[in-house]
């Protein structure tokens, strides 16, 4: 069992690396990343500040595009492919198949966030700048961030087809951004049922603000290891709700 879970995980990992996406994404990247000394010279902000921003900015929107990308397309794929059908029919069931899907996935992601970050360090030290403990967990919780998304994606695409499960989950990572903004705004609001509707996508949406921790690394803002371990460890356990549901849906799917 643990051996064809790892051996999906891993052709899952192959097949995200394999695709031309990902190499675009990191070119893209990588192209950001060096034109931050291009903008430096004709902005009024420190260097540090505007390597960190375009920095972090570059590696976290093109990391999401790819992240919704492939956590809608793989279970699509498959299913378009009629390969499932010779997946299920190994000893593994389609829970199984569907979390070591996900488990390459991030592990994709991880590798990638590590390639990003070793770029994005040279061209900080190249500047003259140095590396902050805040650009560091800014780093690190970005991956907890992409698990919540693909957790979304992965929900969305078991029952669904890869271009709503792409919509939907964009505008999940849109919501989950402004979650804050939405309670704030139902709670002014005198009609009862906006009231409620506002409290209710509040409480359903990922607090994708909390596992932001760019705007902190680009003022140099620490934090401390408890917030940091709660903003992981909800990150986590809202991934693992939305795979649980997926699991659920997807072993009840039907392939014809």
Same mark, same amino acid.
């Given at each position: 069992?643990i ?26 990247s ?8 291009? @903008? /430096?010279? *004709? ?6 500040? %505007?390597?960190?921003?375009? $920095?972090?900015g570059?590696? !976290?929107? &093109? ?5 919704i990308?492939?956590?809608c ?12 059908f ?15 899907r ?14 990003m ?12 700048g ?6 560091l @967990? /800014?780093? *690190? ?6 698990? %919540?998304?693909?957790s979304? $994606?992965?929900?969305?695409? !078991?029952? &669904? ?21 939405i ?6 609001t ?25 705007p ?20 986590t ?5 939305m ?14």
């Amino acid at each position: 069992m643990i051996r064809s879970f790892l051996a999906v995980a891993f052709n899952s990992f192959r097949e995200a690396l394999r695709h031309r996406i990902s190499v675009v994404v990191v070119a893209f990247s990588v192209a950001l990343l060096f034109a931050t000394s291009l @903008v /430096a010279d *004709v902005t009024v902000i420190t260097l540090d500040r %505007v390597v960190t921003d375009f $920095g972090l900015g570059a590696m !976290s929107i &093109s990391l999401v595009m790819l992240t919704i990308f492939l956590s809608c397309s793989q279970l699509s794929r498959e299913i378009e492919r009629k390969t499932i059908f010779l997946i299920v029919s190994k000893p593994i069931s389609r829970g199984e198949f569907l979390v070591a899907r996900f488990a390459g996935n991030m592990f994709t992601l991880a590798v990638l966030i590590l390639l990003m970050s070793a770029v994005f360090v040279a061209e900080v030290v190249l500047n003259g700048g140095s590396v902050t403990e805040a650009q560091l @967990v /800014a780093l *690190v919780m970005l991956w907890f961030e992409l698990m %919540v998304i693909s957790s979304v $994606g992965f929900l969305v695409s !078991s029952f &669904s087809s890869q271009l709503v499960s792409a919509v939907v989950t964009t505008g999940v990572y849109i919501s989950g951004h402004l979650s804050d903004d939405i309670y704030s705004l139902s709670t002014r609001t005198k009609v009862p049922s906006l009231r409620a509707l506002g409290h209710t996508l509040y409480y359903m949406l990922p607090n994708l603000e909390r596992l932001n921790y760019r705007p902190k690394a680009s003022y140099v803002l620490s934090s401390t290891f408890s917030e940091v371990f709660g903003s992981a460890a909800y990150g986590t356990a809202y991934a693992a709700l939305m795979v649980t549901f997926a699991v659920l849906l997807f072993a009840r799917r039907d392939f014809k």
